[in-house]
């Protein structure tokens, strides 16, 4: 079986030793992908702190930042949105967030929405509302 990491030059970098993605036959998994700006540690749509503490947040902002990332991430390892199949989807905040986060899946899966399961998690690795894990194909 070939197996290969895949690096996006576009997406933030990992905030911990694996890849973007890894390349198994004509699948592509995605590691947990957040919100986070390339280069940077802005996190779009994040007001922290002195102390990193999560003042406000905007889902929305954080969501849109999320879907970009992972076409990044699609692009450089040569596959592409529509060629998603399964996201799993990590909420910090299921009752408020879900709603927005649900509205906005709907604007960018408006044909052919792949296999979903969203999940509430406590935190995340860094001061995020959403992560999504990405299987597509190549």
């Known amino acids: 079986m070939d197996q290969n990491s895949v690096e996006s030059s576009k997406a933030p970098e990992p905030v911990g030793l694996y890849p973007h993605a890894r390349r198994v036959g004509n699948l592509l998994f995605l590691s947990g992908v957040g919100p986070r700006e390339r280069g940077s540690k802005t ?7 002195a102390n990193n503490n999560i003042v406000s947040y905007d889902i929305a902002k954080q969501c849109h930042s999320v879907f970009q990332n992972i076409k990044y ?3 450089d390892a040569g596959s592409s949105w529509d060629k998603i199949v399964d996201v799993t989807v990590f909420l910090t905040n299921m009752k408020d967030d879900f709603p927005i986060y649900n509205k906005i899946w709907a604007e960018y899966f408006a044909e052919n ?16 509302g959403i992560e999504l894990k990405v299987i597509a194909t190549i």
């Open 43 to 49: 996190i779009q749509g994040v007001e922290l702190d």
């Open 113 to 128: 929405p792949p296999c979903r399961t969203t999940l509430e998690i406590n935190c995340l690795p860094t001061p995020i």
């Open 73 to 75: 991430i699609l692009e």
